[in-house]
């Protein structure tokens, strides 16, 4: 069963800075990863996602890193802005796993003006 | 953006009742989900259903558990009887793909069983 690990908990920074979420997976048949932001009293909402065959994906400020070997994941958020303040929650997907997503328990962001 | 829409934000409900949580997912989507989460753990799967049917479903999801979508209508999650460890958010979801496309969230349902 795939197994989704989220570091840190939380995580603050300066506006402008970058900041970088970490995620890891104990299985090796991930097919898609997904990271969702949350704000408080709202539902997930995605943010951006990566197939397992690339290992960038960019979309704005906000990148993510995959190591397949090493099994990890990151995601960048340049210049880093108050509201970029959110709950992040990195996801995998099984391959042909009919979009089950396994959640990591989610990075709490805080930007500092 | 699309939305999901669920549908009470909160319920309080005395154990051993039922419980309906109602899901309004985005129109032209075909899959639909419902995760749960516990306050301060991640969110986990519950269940999903595409084509009136359950495809998989996950421990969480006891035999006091069952979904349906009548009739295009609501899709819903009820639980009968409940229990204290019912108590969670419930998360609503939608894809128009079954692999690999964006899920749609709703809000959630604040279950709390007393």
């Known amino acids: 069963q795939q197994q989704v690990r989220q570091s840190p908990q939380s995580l603050t920074v300066w506006e402008g800075e970058t900041a970088i979420l970490n995620c890891s997976y104990e299985n090796s048949a991930f097919d898609y990863s997904p990271w969702y932001q949350q704000f408080p009293g709202e539902g997930p909402a995605l943010l951006i996602s990566?197939?397992?065959?690339?290992n960038k994906k960019e979309d704005g400020r906000f990148t993510i890193f995959f190591n397949k070997r090493e099994k990890k994941l990151s995601l960048h958020i340049a210049d880093s802005q108050p509201g970029d303040s959110a709950t992040y929650f990195c996801a995998a997907s099984p391959t042909g796993g009919n979009n089950k997503l396994t959640f990591g328990q989610g990075t709490v962001l805080s930007v500092i003006p | 953006g699309p939305k999901v829409l669920q549908i009470p934000s909160h319920q309080i409900i005395d154990m051993g009742q039922m419980v309906t949580l109602n899901c309004d997912p985005v129109s032209n989507h075909l899959y639909f989900y419902w995760y749960k989460q516990i306050l301060g753990q991640q969110m986990e799967f519950l269940v999903n259903f595409y084509n009136g049917k359950v495809m998989e479903k996950s421990k969480l999801f006891k035999d006091q558990f069952s979904v349906e979508r009548p009739d295009g209508s609501y899709f819903t999650l009820k639980i009968q009887p409940t229990a204290l460890e019912d108590s969670a958010v419930y998360f609503c979801?939608?894809?128009?793909?079954?692999?690999?496309?964006?899920?749609?969230f709703g809000k959630g349902t604040r279950l709390t069983v007393v």
């Open positions: 979801a939608s894809s128009f793909g079954g692999a690999d496309t964006e899920v749609f």
């Open positions: 990566i197939l397992s065959v690339s």
